[in-house]
């Protein structure tokens, strides 16, 4: 099985839910963030461009808190699995959906609803912030 290693991030808005975005042609949500570039000097690097490229919201890396790596069947490619290295930070947005980013929605980690979620942020990251 091919493996497919991102950055994910998980944000918070002032309510305590989470965001989750769309790719365009994609039927399920999952964490912002993406594949590493070759310029990319580090994790943090990477999710600070894909979130501006993708959100145009600004990523602070103080206070980025590292979740750890988890991993699942991708959502968008299938027979392919995806590891993530997973980060808690803090964002300023506006946030809107741009690039390959089709839709994005907040979320209540405890409570997503019947929303359609790519598994691994269904099953292993919304519980972590679920308080």
């Given at each position: 099985m091919r493996r497919i290693e991102i950055v994910a991030a998980m944000i918070r808005d002032s309510e305590g839910r989470v965001l989750l975005v769309r790719k365009r042609g994609a039927e399920v949500f999952q964490q912002p963030g993406g594949k590493r570039d070759p310029g990319d000097t580090d994790d943090l690097h990477t999710?600070?461009?894909?979130?501006?490229?993708?959100?145009?919201?600004?990523?602070?890396?103080?206070?980025?808190r590292l979740l750890g790596r988890f991993s699942a069947p991708a959502a968008n490619e299938p027979g392919c699995e995806v590891e993530a290295v997973v980060y808690e930070v803090e964002a300023a947005g506006p946030f809107e959906a741009r690039a390959e980013i089709e839709a994005l929605?907040?979320?209540?980690?405890?409570?997503?609803?019947?929303?359609?979620?790519?598994?691994?942020?269904?099953?292993?990251?919304?519980?972590?912030?679920?308080?």
């Open positions: 999710l600070a461009r894909e979130l501006e490229e993708e959100l145009g919201c600004r990523m602070r890396r103080e206070g980025a929605c907040w979320v209540d980690p405890a409570d997503p609803g019947e929303l359609p979620i790519a598994q691994l942020s269904r099953e292993q990251l919304l519980p972590l912030l679920a308080d």
